[in-house]
């Protein structure tokens, strides 16, 4: 069997209780450069250590499949689950994917349909971190919440850097205020005008000169590209 493996050392755990099965499959995703770890039963599965993605047999012999998914589940968000089983019919799948699975593969199935399953599971629970937006001197890296101005670090409390952030990902756009305000404080209503007004204040402040940050008059606030 072929398959394409997931993106860098992925840790896999394999619950299966038919060790043959079990070999085959974990030999199969070691091939592929995969951190594999056999688990036969739900004991051993949540006595593991930590993985990215589960693919866990739905027919235990020392718990129901779907129980021992929700307990896994309850234990890392992040983490993918796909569920493995020859039962296929709609109300397993729907009770699987209840239960907190991600996707669901019944048997027989080939090792590379496998790979392609984990690998979109992957990309839905852990997304690739927002790559560093650069305008101009000014760097924004989403990722860490960190902000630089021609190299030098700028400290932003969390409300002054989701502002910015904002602006920044519409750079060259005037943003409303209401939207401005919706991604600072969530909701109208948990404050005024004044206090989105104050934290722009303070956030072109930090920024330091010359000012970055334009004020659209009755509309809303601009962040330039370079150039504009």
């Known amino acids: 069997m072929q398959g394409s493996a997931p993106p860098g050392r992925t840790r896999v755990l394999v619950v299966e209780d038919d060790r043959g099965v079990a070999e085959a499959l974990v030999s199969g995703l070691r091939r592929l450069g995969l951190q594999v770890v056999p688990a036969h039963s739900a004991a051993e599965a949540l006595a593991a250590p930590p993985a990215d993605l589960v693919l866990l047999d739905l027919n235990l012999p020392d718990a129901k499949g779907v129980d021992l998914c929700r307990r896994l589940r309850a234990k890392a968000a992040d983490m993918g689950i796909i569920a493995v089983t020859c039962l296929g019919e709609t109300h397993h799948r729907i009770a ?23 690998e979109a599971v992957l990309r839905r629970v852990r997304p690739r971190p927002e790559a560093p937006i650069v305008l101009g001197g000014l760097r924004i890296d989403p990722a860490i919440r960190a902000v630089t101005r021609d190299d ?50 303070t956030l072109r402040a930090k920024l330091g000169d010359p000012p970055l940050i334009e004020t659209v008059r009755s509309i809303g606030y601009r962040l330039p590209c370079p150039g504009d």
Do not use: N
């Not at 699987?96 to 392609?116: I, Q, T």
């Not at 409303?176 to 109208?188: H, Q, S, Y």
């Open 96 to 118: 699987g994917l209840h239960a907190g699975a991600d996707d669901y593969v019944v048997k027989p199935f080939s090792l590379a349909e496998l790979c392609a399953r984990m």
């Open 152 to 201: 030098r670090p700028i400290g932003l409390a969390p409300k002054e850097f989701d502002l910015l952030l904002c602006l920044a990902r519409a750079a060259g756009a005037v943003v409303p205020r209401k939207r401005l305000f919706l991604e600072g404080w969530d909701a109208i209503g948990q404050g005024t005008g004044r206090t989105l007004d104050v934290h722009i204040a």
